[in-house]
């Protein structure tokens, strides 16, 4: 069981790594890189943390007030009932019966022990992390395992240059927009790329203490949660739509619109675009360029 759910991950990341690769983006091969090389993004800080290769984003109610009731009963249900291993049992019985684990995606597992790590829900993360059990390890009962759990990191590690991860923990302190921002690719690479190609330079994390640019930035990831032209349907989730055990990516019909395809492609599957007609398009085409123009003047205006 363990070797075949490692295969399926590493050929996650090969699918990720061609998918990069075709959109020439400037990576290092994730097979010739060992774990000391990486920074490892999944709690980075007090401040916020994800959840996402935890299933946390897979539930067809998967909205932030739903995933914080979902998080917060688990949480007090893991500390009233658990005191060792041996409870786990029950804890696991209380929790499936008590919630609705209807999936987006059916290949993905939700795992019933994530929770809130922190008094404060900052934090998402693993109640059977022996940091949160005096030492106590308990994965080994998890679904993935101790061995996996430990293990694995996301695509968005070796994907993300480490400059713009650094980026993303510096501006974003809400584990719900962390996470989902963190492990959209397209979306955090695409839209740096872009103001590094008419700023001249590769942003520095530093940049961001400016209050502007910070602010300009938000803005643009908060579309993640906001963005005026997202499909409603619960089985899509940024450019991937799901059916049953079975993944595609989504595609806008340009044609119908008479148009070529958009340079700002990649964004809008990942902000989960669907439009009605060409006037939408071109809206939302124009509220992307705004904000990374008003990021670009106020950017050269600092220099």
Known sequence: MLCLITFALDLQRLSFYRDCVENEYSIT???????????????????????ACCGLYN????????????????????????????????????????????????VIHCCEYLGFLDHEEKRVGCLLHPEQNSGCDMRDVSFYGQELCAGHLCPSHYFIPHLQSQILIRIIDDWYLYGLVLTDIDLVVQYFRLIADRVGSELKPEMFDNRVLKEI??????????????????????KYYF???????????????????????????????????AQELEKAERMIWDNIEHFVSVCRKNL
């Open 29 to 51: 091969d994730p097979f010739s890189m060992s774990r000391s090389d990486i920074f490892v993004l999944c709690q980075p800080d007090a401040c916020k943390s994800c959840g």
């Open 59 to 106: 539930y067809v109610d998967s909205s932030r007030s739903s995933l914080e009731q979902r998080l917060r009963s688990r949480t007090k249900r893991f500390r009233d009932l658990v005191k060792g291993p041996d409870d786990l049992q029950r804890y696991a019985q209380e929790t499936l019966a008590a919630e609705d684990f209807r999936k987006r995606y059916e």
């Open 217 to 238: 930035a938000l803005e643009y990831f908060r579309w993640k949660m906001t963005w005026p032209f997202r499909s409603l349907e619960s089985n899509r989730l940024g």
């Open 243 to 277: 059916d049953g055990s079975q993944y595609m990516i989504s595609h806008i019909d340009y044609e119908k619109f008479g148009r070529e395809v958009s340079p700002l492609n990649a964004i809008l599957l990942s902000l989960s675009s669907s439009f009605e007609n």
